[in-house]
């Protein structure tokens, strides 16, 4: 529904009825656990979490509020996680963290809303957030190293700020520089799974602007009934340097992400798919050509999560195209290019569910994002309407 222009709690209202009305259709005794809320203004968080606590009560689901205006002019756009009771069962709810179960896993959601601090630098601050998020999971005897996914939005990502490392850097530099020491003594997937880790191997990961100064982090941690039938496996771009190989033009300390992550039983699984943009090896492709920025972008999740590369790294079967993706961020840096990087997308993916957003981006010239997540395995059912 086109509200563009409406009042903030007529679009929410409308969003709920929209919600409402797809777990009717589709799924009537499912309710909603999580929502990621972009905002035009940040300041609306207040009064969205007033509203949604009322309207959902005690069953309140964990809402991330992030501060991206969503590109088609609209107060928020939300993206909407669901649980269906079959084989399902919410253990914890908070306002800040969820734990559920299904099939055999326990997932573990949880966000840091921002900064308790924002006189401390930039790399204090993000230190600070990846400690609050390990809280949040250590009170459910949740380890970090079970942490399969991270969300990092950071406010003014390209601009300066001051480090006692190495002066006057960017602060997307030091939101790196904090996630790599914070990251530094953690074995993750270590006992998780029944495979041993030999290699240095890092959750999926998002690191994208958002406006203000602010910081809001939200991260996926996963514990298997049976390790023995779960599967983590980072996997990596054979076209793309690994992010956490990059050279310290980009960094002081690289990105510790891997592009993307498998998340699999015998017979099904979830590939979520990092923040891509247009790589090649670590070089910027098509500076100032949105369009081909979103092609290229596409080209690097099409080669990620084939199934050439899905058997190069050892799990054949679990490849898919790049059309089976079940959902998509899309990452605007500018909103002239919206309609160009929109066409591109409705053209290669289409009917795939996608949010678009403005947002800047972690390097000057890239002008566009791309996460997403791909129902994959022999099991697979993916049905769109």
């Known amino acids: 529904m086109e509200l563009v222009g409406a009042p903030l709690e007529i679009q929410i209202d409308s969003v709920n009825a ?56 609209q107060l928020l756009a939300v993206e909407v996680l669901v649980l269906e009771p079959e084989n399902s069962q919410v253990l914890h709810r908070s306002e800040n963290l ?46 970090f190293e079970n942490v399969i996914r991270t969300w990092l939005y950071l406010g003014n990502i390209t601009e300066p700020t001051y480090s006692e490392l ?40 998002t690191g994208i602007g958002a406006d203000g100064d602010t910081v809001v982090m939200s991260a996926l941690a996963v514990q298997f009934d049976d390790p023995q039938n779960g599967v983590i496996l980072p996997l990596e771009n054979p076209q793309q340097t690994s992010a956490f190989c990059y050279g310290t033009e980009y960094s002081i300390k690289s990105p510790k992400f891997s592009r993307a992550l498998l998340l699999a039983s ?42 050439q590369n899905l058997a190069a790294h050892g799990k054949p079967g679990f490849g898919c195209e790049l059309s089976e993706l079940v959902s998509m961020r899309v990452y605007v840096k500018r909103p002239e290019d919206y309609e160009k990087v929109r066409a591109v997308c409705e053209r290669r993916l289409p009917n795939v569910p996608s949010i678009y957003t403005i947002a800047d981006v972690c390097r000057p010239d890239l002008l566009v994002e791309i996460e997403g997540i791909a129902d994959v395995g022999p099991s697979r059912n993916i049905e769109r309407k």
């Open 98 to 143: 969820l734990a559920f179960k299904q099939d055999g896993v326990t997932f573990y959601f949880a966000c840091e809303q921002e900064p308790e601090d924002y006189s401390r630098s930039m790399y204090a601050q993000s230190v600070g957030m990846f400690q609050g998020l390990e809280k949040s999971f250590k009170s459910r005897k949740i380890p």
């Open 18 to 73: 929209q919600i409402s009305a797809a777990i009717q259709e589709y799924a009537p005794d499912a309710e909603v656990i999580q929502q990621t809320v972009f905002l035009k203004d940040y300041e609306d968080r207040k009064f969205c979490q007033q509203i949604w606590r009322e309207y959902y009560g005690e069953k309140i689901p964990v809402n991330v509020y992030v501060p991206q205006a969503p590109c088609d002019g």
């Open 166 to 205: 190495e002066g006057e850097t960017q602060r997307y530099k030091e939101l790196n520089r904090a996630r790599t020491d914070f990251f530094r003594d953690i074995r993750f997937f270590d006992g998780v799974t029944k495979t041993p880790w030999t290699h240095e191997v890092y959750p999926a990961s």
């Open 266 to 307: 015998h017979d099904s699984g979830l590939i979520f798919v990092s923040g891509t943009a247009s790589i090649i090896e670590q070089e910027t492709w098509y500076q100032g050509d949105p369009e081909k920025q979103t092609e290229q972008t596409l080209n690097n999740i099409e080669v990620l999560i084939n199934e």
